[in-house]
T-cell receptor
Framework: AQTVTQSQPEMSVQEAETVTLSCTYDTSESDYYLFWYKQPPSRQMILVIRQEAYKQQNATENRFSVNFQKAAKSFSLKISDSQLGDAAMYFCAYRSASSKAAGNKLTFGGGTRVLVKP | EAQVTQNPRYLITVTGKKLTVTCSQNMNHEYMSWYRQDPGLGLRQIYYSMNVEVTDKGDVPEGYKVSRKEKRNFPLILESPSPNQTSLYFC???????????FGDGTRLSIL
């Protein structure tokens, strides 16, 4: 079974600075997807960024970028130029690319709370 | 507007009183899932459905039931709720295996 680990329960960053969130995962599969989700106080689950395992190029979405290290099974998220609206819980998630995967199941890490100081 | 709608958003109830959390999606998605979110554990899949009348257990199915009689609806049933089912619940849907999931806004259940 796949597992996802986020080792930082909480991170603090100054507004306009950069913060990096760590995520490691364990899998025996070669084809899969990785995601970062943001959960603000409103509780919504918002997809921030997605990475396909077969792509070597790291995904980028505006101020959000990832460092995907397939051999090391590491998938960190970098938030640049942090804004007050970035304050939220962030979840790393794994999904198999197999058509037999349990209903498109996402396996989540425990989350990292990001605090942004003005 | 494409959305996944859960009801209720909040519920406080007592042990043993049957309850149902409804989930409905208007995107004609094949796949639907229920997750529960607990501090430090992230979200864990309870049940999932890959089509009408096709459901299966996820990682934490004990104490829950589901049904999928129509494509758009996927209710979560707690026949005899217990305090350890106090949690934040999410319904999610996706069109097929490779597509991102759409999440509902969550249901906060407190069982006393």
């Amino acid at each position: 079974a796949q597992t996802v680990t986020q080792s930082q329960p909480e991170m603090s960053v100054q507004e306009a600075e950069t913060v990096t969130l760590s995520c490691t995962y364990d899998t025996s599969e070669s084809d899969y997807y990785l995601f970062w989700y943001k959960q603000p106080p409103s509780r919504q689950m918002i997809l921030v960024i997605r990475q396909e395992a077969y792509k070597q190029q790291n995904a980028t979405e505006n101020r959000f970028s990832v460092n995907f290290q397939k051999a090391a099974k590491s998938f960190s998220l970098k938030i640049s130029d942090s804004q007050l609206g970035d304050a939220a819980m962030y979840f790393c998630a794994y999904r198999s690319a197999s058509s037999k995967a349990a209903g498109n199941k996402l396996t989540f890490g425990g989350g990292t709370r990001v605090l942004v100081k003005p | 507007e494409a959305q996944v709608t859960q009801n209720p958003r909040y519920l406080i109830t007592v042990t043993g009183k049957k309850l149902t959390v409804t989930c409905s999606q208007n995107m004609n998605h094949e796949y639907m899932s229920w997750y529960r979110q607990d501090p430090g554990l992230g979200l864990r899949q309870i049940y999932y459905s890959m089509n009408v009348e096709v459901t299966d257990k996820g990682d934490v199915p004990e104490g829950y039931k589901v049904s999928r009689k129509e494509k758009r609806n996927f209710p979560l049933i707690l026949e005899s709720p217990s305090p350890n089912q106090t949690s934040l619940y999410f319904c999610a849907s996706s069109p097929y295996i490779a597509q991102p999931q759409h999440f509902g806004d969550g249901t906060r259940l407190s069982i006393l």
